[in-house]
């Protein structure tokens, strides 16, 4: 296949699938939604946590950062972490327990009533990520849901749930990353108004 004919069906697959996002007002309704919950949430003293495997993982710890470190300007951090940035709990977990219950492990550790598990998965089936679901229900925190077109298994576990309508894994992970940085950018504004 030509480069030049790769290069110009990304640009234009990404471009159609934002475009779509934007003209849906569902999607727009929910991401205020989202963002309306995490500024309650750290006003309430809360912690956000956030889950996903492969890309999925590399988007939570990057949105994570976005929040604990900064995102537009300097203005004290918020308490935000990927759950799978110790490698020594992963691997330890993994071989003793099972990779499935990882993150649902470690959300009985840092999770508490009140606090939001943020979960990336673009099947919406990646069972680690389906159990951490379930725990942080049962911890009665807040769920929400970064999934592809379907929902997979975590339609019925999220409170909040984005299906990014399409099933080509790096479009949906871009639109993911997109959303991702749209509430920070809320939240990082409501929360430490800029004096101008």
């Known amino acids: ?8 069906k990304n640009f234009s697959d990404a471009l159609q699938l934002k475009q779509q996002l934007l003209n849906d007002e569902q ?15 750290y006003q309430n003293k809360g912690k956000v946590l ?3 495997n492969g890309g ?73 990520v389906v159990r951490a679901l379930e725990v942080a229900q049962e911890l009665e925190m807040i769920t929400v849901g970064l999934t592809g077109e379907t929902g997979g298994k975590m339609r019925s576990l999220c409170q909040h749930l ?3 309508p399409s099933i080509d894994t790096p479009r949906i ?4 990353m997109l959303i991702g940085h749209i509430l920070c950018e809320i939240v990082e504004k409501t ?4 004096q101008c």
């Open 56 to 128: 999925s993982a590399a988007d939570a710890q990057h949105l994570s950062t976005e929040l604990s470190g900064r995102y537009y300007y300097d203005r004290p951090p918020l308490f935000a972490e990927a759950l799978h940035v110790n490698t020594s709990y992963i691997t330890a977990v993994s071989n003793d327990y099972s990779y499935d219950e990882v993150y649902a492990r470690l959300l009985k550790a840092f999770g508490q009533k009140g606090d939001i598990l943020i979960a990336l998965s673009t099947s919406g089936n990646s069972k680690n």
């Open 27 to 41: 999607v727009l309704l929910k991401i205020e939604q989202i963002a309306t919950q995490i500024i309650q949430c």
């Open 1 to 8: 296949m030509d480069q030049q004919i790769i290069i110009r």
């Open 162 to 164: 984005i299906q990014v």
């Open 173 to 176: 992970q871009e639109c993911h």
């Open 191 to 194: 929360l430490f108004p800029k």
């Open 50 to 52: 956030f889950c996903g």
